[in-house]
């Protein structure tokens, strides 16, 4: 990663300030200073950095979870917030940082938070954006963090522990527990893939472990045949084979036996049944009604032409009786014409006299009223025009009173809203004079604005006093308990020494016993051999010569044995209970040793927590300027009288803070009633506007309607003038005036009266010009009806008819047509008539009669059907006649080629030749079954024995790859992967101390890093010749090795994935001596040139001020006037 661009926007006490790290002068320097008084706002720098990149800044990451409410809020906010850095009375906060990612891309992260209007500390937003072509943009806290681990390759606690190395924190790697420094080289340099590694080997080799259990079970599972049952089936399979060639001839000489005697009695059957359909075939063509029909289907043949003749004459008569019968109907419709022509000349009389009528009328009007009628639109445009001018006249007039009242009322609401804004504006300048008191009031109380950090770094270093207090108990406490449990272990250990004695002294006794038990058994032995030699039952006892009735059981030699055998367990059992108690004690011993090493470690851990909390304990009180010696450190007293104390203090600035607020609120409750206040005469000015505007909206309005009256009062004389030369209407002035609608009526009416007249003389005209056209068109039309028909011209009543002569039109069509149908059907009948004389002149054996009976008895389907069925029947017969001698023929064929039948078959008519098939077939069946199943259980032994082979060989394979991976297991392969990932950690811190140990060289080189178990470092002093912890090493040793170790780290870094092109160092330099200083300084001014890195240095010390040429300079830092931010180059 490459920083860039860092840009500071109110963040504690630096208001604005921009700082580029790719520009002149930092760009081309190895090293550089951020310098400044105390308190200026050095840590801020780098606190800016750690927010824009995560949101949180080292100081924020330790604090405790106590809370404190800011000046003007009514909401607490934690110690651990970073949104408290946001500067003393600015809204809001920002810091912005642009840099190159580890994959090479440009980014600009951003950081910012702002006051609510409640005064409360709005949430805190952070951001980042790539800067490239793509344009990406995250916004969701997840997001950006999943986002900025990838691209700086660092979480924050990994960041501050090899990049940044912030104040109080620098020598924490140094200080940190075995456990604490593994995870925090896991989290930097990726060793997790180790341990899923190791968790792979582990997994890998119990698959090839259950690879191989699965290939022996599965070959394990597979039987195979011997040789003995291989030959014993190839055998039966032989057998069987011929009896089935056997079995299979027979079966074919029966079948056809079968097959012989299904197709003879099969056509014989079928020889008797075409004989007796052939005799019922000749019967049937042979009868009287197969006779009649061929008799029918040939005369239709011959008449079917005469009997089409006969049908057509015969509908064409009828046709002819129904046109006669229409001759009624065109007269009526004559007669009906003739009354509508006598209607029509009426009409035409009327409409002549009504025209007569209405040109006397008009030829009555004067040429004035013609010319009024002919311009009336006109006029009646012209008097509304002049009624609707009028009528605005009078609706101005009328609105220009209440207009002229409403500006009186308008203009004392002038006047009194303006006495009320000049009241308000009062009252607020009085307000404002309050919040001002108060803000001079809060002045007095906090001139520095620091009391509300002062009292938040007095409670957190209360607590962190509390805290020193319990692990200095807690040291204490495991100092006990190591030398309670020491003194348990040399208790156990004089316990021990006495059962060892004890041992010995039971091991001795059971010996003893074990060898009179043995001696016992022998001579027991002995004696028994000896009775049983010398003593039968029922025979004289040598000693004594009485008869021996039974000799000794066995029973009851052992019972000699049985004292000797108690005295044996007795002291076999006190042996076990002693070994038993050793070997608890001995236990006992490794686990109070374990312990003891385990306090000794746990209370060293302890004690350097203790003294590494004290540091920063002591030097918070520097920070505070308050006076503090380290006897008041010693003793849990004294840290209790200390906290006291510290807490009084605490107390007394809480009272301060809390009479701060109440100003404060007081001095909030002052704005907010003047802010209110403010509104009230803003909202009274806008209604001071609202009523001006009102008022000059009122005179202006009142103007327009003056000129307006006048207007419209001009163009009513002007209309009135110009109808003048139009009215011929007698006194028309007076009327408008009196009654104007009823004079507009008066000229709508006499107008309109004129127009109907002029319109109904055109439409009589037209009339009377059709009706005349018409009539002649009709007389036309009646003469041809009288010439075709000879009727006559009947006197009638007049009947009006509409369409008259398309109806006359009509009806000449239509006896036109009927006249020409009567003609042509008298011709037809003439015709058809003549065509049958000459048929039954030819066909002397039919008659009209006869025609028909079969016109009415048969159609063309019909006799077509007949026909047919004759050719179907005759057809029919002949394939039954040749089929019957082929099957005669057959028959005789088959007769002479018969099998040849045993002797048992000579009645083969009665022998079931299929039931003999079946059962030979069901035979068959059961040894192709047999053949089948002895084959496939060859063939399955045969794939089986490959199968096996292939199983075998890639046993081989799998037991080779088995036994890789159980090696590769047994180096670095568990469950958990611990294994691999300790090993590969344990390379990781040795290439560390080797490092740090070549840095650690050039600074001083009589000290050297060396490791201890479980990830502890010491310190080799060549100069005293003796090995240092970390917490025996002064101020300045302590800062050197912790700088060794952060160099290493970082070196490291360069190949992982948090590589930094800067490491930042937070304060430490002033504990250094003048040649410590040059070495040091030294060594960082080659890191450059050595790795790329480049190292920014924040200290106060004046030496290093005077070395360093390039330095961002922090300048300032309190409530009234903030820090200022410049990059200076002093060569």
């Known amino acids: 990663m490459k920083l860039k661009q860092l840009t500071i926007n109110n963040i504690a006490s630096i208001e604005q300030a921009e700082i580029r790290f790719d520009a002149h002068p930092l760009k081309d320097e190895s090293l550089f200073l951020i310098c400044g008084s105390t308190g200026a706002g050095k840590s801020t720098v780098l606190d800016a950095i750690c927010l824009a990149l995560f949101g949180t800044t080292p100081r924020m990451s330790v604090a405790g979870n106590d809370a404190f409410q800011p000046v003007g809020a009514s909401e607490s906010v934690t110690l651990q917030n970073p949104a408290q850095l946001l500067r003393h009375g600015a809204s809001q906060a920002s810091v912005s940082l642009t840099f190159v990612g580890n994959d090479g891309e440009l980014y600009e992260s ?48 990994d960041f501050t522990k090899t990049t940044m190395l912030a104040q109080g924190d620098f020598a924490q790697f140094l200080k940190s527990k075995a456990i604490d420094k593994a995870n925090i080289l896991q989290g930097l340099f990726g060793d997790d893939i180790y341990e899923r590694i190791g968790k792979k080997i582990f997994e890998v080799h119990k698959e090839k472990e259950q690879e191989k259990r699965d290939l022996q079970k599965e070959m394990e599972s597979h039987k195979l045949l011997t040789s003995e049952e291989i030959e014993q089936r190839n055998s039966l399979l032989n057998t069987t084979r011929r009896q089935v060639a056997e079995k299979t001839k027979l079966k074919a000489e029966i079948d056809a036996k079968a097959e012989w005697k299904k197709r003879k009695a099969d056509m014989s059957q079928s020889f008797q049944m075409n004989e007796e359909k052939r005799k019922t075939l000749l019967a049937g063509i042979e009868g009287e009604l197969y006779r009649n029909q061929s008799l029918v289907i040939k005369q239709w043949g011959e008449s079917s032409q005469a009997i089409a003749w006969m049908n057509q004459r015969k509908d064409k008569s009828n046709a002819l009786v129904l046109a006669k019968e229409k001759e009624a109907s065109f007269l009526s419709r004559f007669q009906l014409m003739c009354r509508g022509i006598k209607g029509e000349q009426c009409s035409l009389e009327e409409n002549n006299r009504r025209l007569k009528e209405i040109s006397e009328a008009m030829a009555n009007c004067s040429d004035a009223e013609r010319r009024m009628f002919d311009q009336s639109e006109t006029i009646v445009e012209k008097l509304d025009q002049a009624q609707r001018t009028r009528k605005k006249a009078q609706d101005c007039r009328a609105k220009l009173k209440e207009t002229e009242s409403l500006l009186t009322n308008s203009l004392a609401e002038v006047e009194s809203s303006e006495k009320k804004f000049t009241e308000m504006k009062a009252q607020e300048e009085a307000l404002q004079q309050r919040v001002d008191e108060a803000g001079r009031e809060l002045l007095s109380m906090d001139p520095n604005g620091d009391l509300l950090a002062r009292h938040t770094s007095i409670s957190d270093l209360s607590n962190r006093l509390s805290t020193l207090k319990d692990k200095l108990a807690l040291w204490l406490s495991l100092q006990k308990e190591e030398e309670f449990i020491r003194q348990e272990l040399a208790k156990e250990e004089q316990k021990e020494l006495a059962l060892e004695t004890a041992k010995k002294q039971a091991d001795v006794d059971f010996e003893k016993a074990d060898l009179a038990y043995k001696a016992a058994a022998r001579a027991v032995n002995d004696m028994a051999k000896e009775l049983r030699r010398s003593l039968r ?14 000799v000794f059981s066995d029973e009851h030699f052992l019972s000699v044995l049985a004292e000797p055998e108690e005295a044996r367990k007795r002291c076999e059992a006190e042996q076990r209970r002693i070994s038993s108690l050793l070997e608890a004690s001995k236990q006992l011993i490794v686990k109070y040793k374990r312990e003891c090493e385990v306090k000794s470690q746990t209370e060293k851990s302890a004690q350097l927590d203790f003294e590494g909390l004290k540091s920063s304990v002591v030097a918070s009180y520097a920070e505070l300027k308050m006076v503090c010696e380290e006897k008041n450190f010693s003793s849990l007293a004294d840290l209790s009288d200390e906290m006291e104390k510290m807490g009084a203090t605490a107390v007394a600035l809480k009272e301060r803070v809390l009479e701060l607020n109440r100003i404060q609120a007081k001095r909030a409750e002052a704005q907010k009633a003047k802010d209110e206040q403010h509104l009230i005469t803003e909202e009274q000015k806008k209604v001071c506007d609202v009523v001006k505007k009102k008022r000059d909206d009122l005179q202006n309005e009142i103007k327009n309607n003056k000129e307006l009256c006048t207007r419209e009062e001009e163009e009513e004389r002007s209309v009135l003038v110009q109808l003048e030369g139009m009215m ?67 006197t009638v009543e007049p009947q009006p008819m509409a369409n008259l002569p398309k109806a006359s039109a009509l009806l000449q069509s239509g006896i036109s047509e009927w006249k020409q149908e009567m003609v042509g059907l008298e011709r037809n009948i003439s015709e058809m008539s003549q065509h049958l004389d000459a048929f039954f002149a030819e066909h002397v054996d039919l008659d009209e009669e006869r025609l028909s009976f079969l016109s009415a008895n048969y159609t063309s389907e019909s006799i077509s059907k007949l026909v047919a069925e004759h050719e179907k029947t005759e057809n029919e017969y002949a394939t039954i006649c040749g089929e019957c001698n082929s099957l005669k023929n057959g028959i ?12 048992q078959e000579k009645d083969w008519q009665e022998v079931d030749f299929r039931n003999q098939s079946a059962l030979l077939q069901e035979e068959l069946s059961s040894c192709n079954q047999m053949i089948g199943s002895i084959t496939r259980e060859l063939e399955s032994d045969e794939e089986t ?50 490092n740090a140990n070549r840095y650690l060289r050039s600074f001083d080189d009589n000290f050297e890093l060396a490791k201890q178990e479980g990830f502890v470092i010491e310190v080799k002093d060549y100069r005293s010749n003796r090995n ?17 170790l952060a160099l290493g780290l970082a070196d490291m870094a360069d190949s992982s994935r948090c590589a930094s092109d800067t490491i930042f160092i937070d304060e430490g330099f002033g504990t250094l001596s003048e040649d410590y200083l040059a070495n040091v300084m030294d060594c960082l001014e080659k890191l450059h040139q050595t790795t790329g890195k480049r190292v920014g240095i924040i200290s106060h010390v004046e030496r290093l001020r005077e070395r360093i040429a390039t330095q961002i300079v922090v300048e300032g830092g309190n409530t009234s006037v903030p820090s200022r931010v410049k990059v200076v180059c002093m060569e």
């Open 892 to 903: 005789l064929e088959m007769d002479s080629h018969s099998p040849l039948f045993s002797e």
């Open 537 to 550: 039952q029922g025979e004289p006892c040598p000693v004594c010569g009485q008869v021996v009735h039974s």
């Open 110 to 157: 951003i950081w910012s938070v702002r006051v609510k209007r409640s005064g409360n500390l709005d949430s805190a937003k952070w951001s980042l954006r790539s800067l490239s072509l793509n344009g990406k943009y995250w916004e969701k806290k997840g997001e950006v963090e999943d986002e900025i681990q990838r691209v700086v390759g660092a979480k924050f606690s």
């Open 1028 to 1044: 240092l912890s970390s917490s025996s090493l002064s101020g300045g040793q302590q800062f050197m090795v912790s700088l060794a």
């Open 945 to 994: 024995r490959k199968h096996v082979g292939k199983l075998s060989l890639k046993m081989e394979e799998v037991s080779k790859e088995e036994e890789r991976w159980f090696r590769l297991n047994e180096k670095l392969g568990d469950s958990t992967g611990s294994k691999f990932k300790r090993l590969a950690l344990r390379l990781v811190f040795d290439n560390l101390l080797q």
């Open 728 to 794: 011929a209407i007698a006194d028309w002035r007076k009327r408008y005036e009196a009654d104007a609608p009823s004079l507009v009526v008066q000229v709508q009416e006499l107008s309109k009266k004129y127009e109907d007249w002029k319109e109904n003389q055109k439409m009589l005209a037209t009339k009377i010009e059709v009706s005349q056209r018409d009539l002649e068109f009709l007389e036309s039309t009646m003469r041809a009806i009288v010439e075709k028909t000879s009727w006559t011209v009947p």
